[in-house]
């Protein structure tokens, strides 16, 4: 048995979950990310007295780690630190594109052979992405890619690849390959704490250290 409280302020939607072995209980979600910050504590507070949960009883606390909004990221990273720092428990670290890729797995077949392509808008013609099979096993590993129109082109030869997220929409402009498919999935509560769950079951080498771990930029900002 395991209670783990999820916290994501990764991208545009900001969600906190309290799940029971990877389940959810209950959620909250927030969709103007300028109020993340505020959301956040409050939401945490809401969920676990209509759960009739303690934060004292909970196992571990999971934050979604990056990529994603700078700001955001490091709402939910200090977030998730100072209550594993203040009530001793681990923390785990979730990928957000690993976690879309989750999503796009319950909201369809698994088992169709369809490659999975979480897209994340970086600005400009930039997405954060990576590519995933239906088990989750990574084909590319997360970067932060500059599009064009040969983008993929060897694994889209190659295999159907679902393209989704914020960042899809600029590459739906770009490609025209018939392996291409694009979709909406919505990142709900559910991925995340699938994939916690999962982490925290697999012992404690999994666990993040609160005073080195660091949001996964994947590229550093620039102010200018």
Not at 8 to 24: F, K, L, N
Not at 199 to 217: I, N, Q, V, W
Request: with cysteine; net charge negative.
């Amino acid at each position: 048995m395991s209670l783990i409280l999820n916290i994501d302020t990764a991208t545009e939607i900001a969600q906190v979950s309290i799940a029971r072995d990877g389940v959810v209980l209950k959620d909250a979600v927030n969709k103007d990310a300028k109020e993340h910050a505020a959301f956040v504590q409050p939401a945490i507070k809401s969920i676990m007295a209509i759960a009739g949960i303690s934060l004292a009883e909970i196992d571990a606390i999971a934050v979604m780690a990056g990529p994603g909004s700078y700001t955001g990221l490091r709402v939910g990273m200090a977030s998730a630190k100072g209550l594993c720092y203040a009530l001793n428990k681990p923390l785990l670290a979730i990928n957000t594109l690993e976690s879309m890729a989750m999503a796009a797995v319950l909201a369809d077949d698994p088992g169709k052979k369809k490659l999975l392509c979480p897209m994340i808008d970086a600005r400009r013609s930039e997405v954060f992405t990576a590519i995933y099979d239906q088990s989750l096993n990574i084909l590319l590993q997360p970067e932060a890619l500059i599009l064009d129109e040969n983008s993929y082109a060897t694994l889209l030869n190659e295999n159907p690849i679902v393209f989704f997220g914020s960042g899809s929409d600029k590459w739906k402009t770009l490609c025209k390959h018939p392996n291409a498919e694009f979709q909406c999935v919505n990142i709900d509560s559910a991925a995340m704490a699938g994939l916690a769950f999962k982490k925290y079951s697999a012992g404690d080498r999994h666990f993040s250290d609160p005073a080195y771990l660091e949001p996964l930029y994947i590229k550093e900002f620039y102010s200018k």
